[in-house]
């Protein structure tokens, strides 16, 4: 499917006019395109954290399982308790510690949890003492291996993972570590040393070797991380290439499968003819040099559409780019569509994602706010409603007020 061919929803259906459009084949295709990468035993387990990059957590991940995921992460627990409430089934793995509290809780919702420090070790295994019947929770020990955020030392992998073996409600499933520059070789080819490091010493100390995982996107991608036994692609998923990343040649044609899954869509509230002279919005930082007509647009910051963009970035109407002009306010936009003729208030702005011949990209407006793609996708706020779109055809809506089929 290309957005070109998609089957609007009517705009009166949704509660505003500006809105998300998520292609869940594009999900499905990226998946397919990753999995290319590895071997057909590799097991892959997309990451749909942060509300799945901002894409929408519950249908993002129903759709991976229908395209095949053998499994989910997500960052926290109630990350996952959220996808099991609404029938998500399968593996799903918390990539952060769960408060040992909270550890009943994850049994009961049959997910696998994370160890990143002796600490957290401590603490699960003693939660795991007070757990009813027969009950056992899959733990995945992380390696610190140059990230710097998390895990535990190569030397103290065996300790830890004796630890937690010797608990009979836990199960040692899972070894892995994060890549903290996988554009860098010299300093994944470290990273992945001291991890096959820790995975010597759990063999040198008799412990069976559970499932290894460190490559995420820029593994899969560069080449420069070996797949193991899973991997947790992230980023590419939602048809998103890190800016910068180097792709190894034998990874060029799943690299350019990939396709973008959101577009942010917007209806002008007003269309003004104003005066040469005019400021446009707070502080009037941008004036009219000559008489021009500005459409107001009903997202802003308070959306994830953050001040910075004003000035520097724009929106594609009736196939044309047109400026952002102003500052963005908390719930409106500005542009200027002098340039454009016959603009109305039923046409439709795209704010990312592609119109016609024209795209806005992800990078684009990661360069035009300073920051990385994933920050640009993972703070786009709840309230924007979620379309989601299969075949050619909207299939559910997502609101504050219901998540309900199109």
Not at 79 to 101: K, S, T
Not at 186 to 208: H, K, N, P, S
Not at 327 to 346: I, K, L, N, S, Y
Request: proline letters at 6%.
């Amino acid at each position: 499917m290309t957005w070109g061919t998609i089957l609007t929803l009517p705009p009166t259906r949704l509660p505003r006019s500006a809105w998300l459009e998520v292609d869940l084949d594009a999900l499905g295709g990226n998946l397919a395109a990753l999995r290319s990468l590895v071997s057909p035993t590799t097991v892959c387990w997309p990451v749909v954290k942060a509300d799945a990059y901002g894409h929408g957590a519950v249908p993002v991940a129903e759709a991976l399982v229908a395209a095949g995921a053998d499994g989910l992460c997500v960052a926290a627990l109630d990350e996952a308790l959220e996808l099991r409430q609404a029938g998500v089934d399968g593996e799903i793995l918390v990539l952060y510690p769960v408060p040992p509290a909270r550890l009943a809780d994850a049994a009961r919702a049959r997910l696998a949890v994370a160890v990143t420090t002796e600490a957290s070790a401590e603490g699960l295994v003693h939660a795991a003492a007070e757990l009813p019947g027969a009950r056992r929770v899959g733990v995945h020990l992380e390696i610190e291996t140059g990230l710097t955020r998390d895990g535990v030392r190569p030397e103290r992998a065996a300790v830890v993972c004796a630890r937690i073996a010797g608990e009979a409600h836990l199960r040692l499933a899972g070894i892995w570590s994060h890549l903290a520059s996988p554009e860098d070789d010299e300093a994944t080819r470290r990273q992945v040393a001291r991890f096959d490091a820790a995975i010597d010493a759990l063999r040198q100390a008799g412990i069976e070797v559970p499932t290894r995982h460190i490559a995420t996107t820029g593994g899969l991608l560069t080449g420069r991380a070996p797949a193991y036994e899973a991997v947790r692609p992230g980023l590419a998923v939602y048809g998103v290439i890190p800016a910068g990343l180097p792709i190894a040649p034998a990874a060029a044609g799943a690299a350019a499968a990939l396709r973008p899954a959101m577009r942010l869509i917007a209806r002008a509230v007003r269309i003004e003819e104003v005066p040469a002279g005019t400021g446009v919005s707070y502080g009037a930082t941008w004036v009219a040099a000559r008489p021009s007509r500005i459409a107001t647009l009903p997202v802003g910051y308070g959306d994830g559409f953050v001040r910075a963009y004003g000035g520097r970035a724009g929106a594609l109407v009736r196939g044309r780019r047109a400026p952002l002009v102003g500052v963005v306010a908390m719930d409106a936009a500005m542009v200027d569509v002098t340039e454009v003729p016959g603009v109305g208030e039923e046409d439709e702005f795209v704010l990312l994602g592609r119109q016609g011949d024209e795209e806005i990209t992800v990078a684009e407006l990661a360069e035009a706010r300073g920051t990385i793609a994933w920050e640009v996708l993972a703070t786009m706020a709840r309230r924007l409603p979620r379309v989601y779109y299969a075949a050619a055809r909207a299939v559910r809506v997502r609101t504050l007020e219901e998540d309900r089929p199109a």
